[in-house]
């Protein structure tokens, strides 16, 4: 510069100045503005070298942009000086408002700090305010605002006119420093917008392409899927059905979205259902069609949740597993059923008959047709029944029962308390009483070996099938009717007294003895019956044993004519 006094070089500088902070604006990237603010100074300040060094996120400053001459930019550009050697230097000679100007005079002790810098020589000033060379002028760059935060410092070198820069030069370069700061600034907060929406769009991307990938996996799944509410008024209603559940179901998406899983399970499953959507997790349980009829399926929850609002929704996977169960029932039907006849076999009957007699004895048992009616009314009317002792005691009493709890049924030597099984007793023979038990009929074929003999095992085996065809048809809807083995079958009747048991195996004698044809020749068996009576206190053995012996002294007393078949 001129003489800084005359009006009109103030004016051209003032001019140059609003040129080069315009051009701050214009830069489109950080890195531009950077060499903009290098450039500026040397374009529109009077200075032959600047530096902008910029704060680093660790603090310490590296040089980003320089100006003025490209073999000292290749020399410090991208060097990196400590902060604190900056702030060192920062607080070292005179303060110009903001400016902080060090002369050759101090700055020789700067010459072997980490800050990076150039080396020029040249000879003492000649007059007082002559620039040289190793004198020092910074200008700070503070972010907007008034916590003073350093973004960066501005070094410049070599002023045009040779001197000292004074007071409109240093409020020139002051402003600049300051405008700078706000380009900067500016900059840094377009490239983090400029950050922050190619993260959000590589995102949505990713969630868009994460969304398609789930829609075409839920809709394609080649099992079904649906997703559920969880939690409200609609707790459990369909929001979304694949198709493969749609086909499985019988029913159109459209329709699925009227029900809840509730509404189309199995009566008997809605506490599985229940546990299921509750805690996630895997069940097997049966789905309704819409044509009436239940399809076994493994049904899995997934518990989708948001970590703000808790749990959203269920991701319910449902596979068909009719085939698997139907198998697994075929299974279980062959262990429990003879392959021949189908019905059941001989441990199968056991099971039955096990389930309904227990342990006691029948004479603790037998106490007349209102004993049971007296213990209830006892014991909700606080008399002692059956030896009961409001006293209590740790042991039994002579009639073996514990006084220190008590049961509807009378005391019995070695029984255990109240179990609420209906006993099984035997009714009276010679007396109707009324009693009603549990009939086991045995039943064995007469002239069956004769048969397989003569005509071979395939019209044997014709004949027992007919034969448990016929014992099946001639009894109730819950009997049992089993083949123990060979030629011998066991009915299980309950709810029959003496007489009703006798009519029971006259009819099916006479069920039996009809002609059966098997490839077009007529047979006939016979049958022997004798009838035993399951009850609490005996063994299955025992019972099977008492029929079986009531059948063969049946059998004994029989005519031989009346036994015989062909």
């Known amino acids: 510069m001129e003489t800084e006094s005359e009006p009109y070089v103030r004016l051209a500088t003032l001019r140059q100045l609003h040129q080069v902070v315009a051009n701050l604006n214009t830069a489109r990237s950080l890195a531009d503005t950077l060499q903009t603010v290098a450039d500026g100074i040397v374009a529109g300040l009077g200075y032959e070298l600047a530096c902008v060094n910029l704060v680093r996120p660790d603090g310490d400053l590296v040089v980003a942009a320089f100006a003025g001459n490209t073999a000292a930019e290749a020399l410090i550009t991208g060097r990196v000086g400590s902060r604190t050697s900056w702030e060192?230097?920062?607080?070292?000679?005179?303060?110009?408002?903001?400016?902080?100007?060090?002369?050759?005079?101090?700055?020789?002790?700067?010459?072997?700090?980490?800050?990076?810098?150039?080396?020029?020589?040249?000879?003492?000033?000649?007059?007082?305010?002559?620039?040289?060379?190793?004198?020092?002028?910074?200008?700070?760059?503070?972010?907007?605002?008034?916590?003073?935060?350093?973004?960066?410092?501005?070094?410049?070198d070599k002023p045009r006119n040779g001197r000292r820069p004074g007071p409109w030069g240093q409020e020139a370069l002051q402003m600049y420093a300051s405008q700078s700061a706000i380009a900067i600034s500016n900059a840094r907060l377009r490239a983090n917008m400029q950050r922050a929406l190619v993260r959000l769009e590589r995102e949505q991307q990713a969630l868009r392409a994460s969304e398609e990938s789930f829609r075409q996996a839920f809709e394609y799944a080649p099992s079904g899927m649906a997703i559920a509410e969880m939690g409200g008024d609609q707790h459990g209603r369909l929001l979304r059905t694949n198709d493969a559940l749609c086909r499985l179901l019988g029913r159109p998406a459209s329709a699925m979205r009227r029900y809840s899983f509730a509404d189309l399970v199995h009566p008997e499953d809605i506490g599985t259902l229940l546990r299921t959507s509750a805690e996630g997790g895997r069940a097997e349980l049966r789905l309704g069609r819409r044509d009436g009829t239940y399809v076994w399926v493994s049904l899995r929850n997934s518990v989708v949740a948001d970590t703000a609002d808790g749990p959203r929704f269920l991701l319910t996977h449902v596979e068909d597993i009719e085939e698997r169960k139907r198998h697994e029932l075929q299974l279980a039907h062959r262990a429990s059923h003879d392959s021949l006849t189908g019905l059941p076999n001989s441990a199968e009957l056991r099971a039955r008959l096990s389930a309904r007699i227990c342990e006691r004895p029948q004479a603790a048992l037998r106490q007349g047709p209102g004993a049971a009616v007296e213990a209830l009314d006892a014991a909700y009317s606080g008399r002692p029944a059956y030896g009961y002792d409001e006293g209590g005691g740790a042991g039994r009493d002579e009639n073996g029962h514990r006084p220190d709890r008590f049961d509807f049924d009378p005391p019995v030597p070695a029984g255990g308390p109240f179990d609420h099984h209906v006993h099984a007793v035997a009714p009276d023979s010679e007396h109707d009483d009324g009693t009603k038990g549990l009939a086991v009929l045995f039943c064995d074929l007469d002239g069956f070996k004769s048969i397989n003999d003569r005509f071979g095992h395939n019209t044997g085996d014709a004949v027992l099938i007919e034969v448990a065809r016929r014992l099946t048809t001639g009894v109730r809807d819950g009997d049992t009717v089993a083949r123990l083995g060979g030629d011998e079958f066991v009915v299980l009747a309950d709810g029959l007294g003496a007489a009703d048991a006798a009519d029971l195996a006259v009819r099916l004698r006479n069920a039996i003895i009809p002609p059966i044809r098997v490839d077009g020749r007529a047979v006939r068996v016979g049958a022997s019956f004798g009838i035993g009576w399951a009850v609490c206190g005996m063994s299955v053995e025992e019972v099977l044993q008492s029929a079986d012996q009531r059948m063969y002294i049946e059998k004994r007393s029989r005519a031989k004519v009346h036994r015989r078949a062909g």
Do not use: C, K, N
């Open 88 to 156: 060192r230097r920062l607080s070292m000679g005179e303060a110009w408002g903001e400016l902080r100007f060090i002369p050759h005079t101090e700055g020789w002790v700067l010459l072997e700090d980490d800050v990076p810098q150039w080396y020029t020589e040249g000879p003492e000033p000649r007059f007082e305010d002559e620039w040289h060379p190793q004198d020092r002028l910074y200008a700070p760059m503070y972010a907007s605002g008034g916590g003073r935060e350093l973004l960066g410092v501005i070094s410049v």
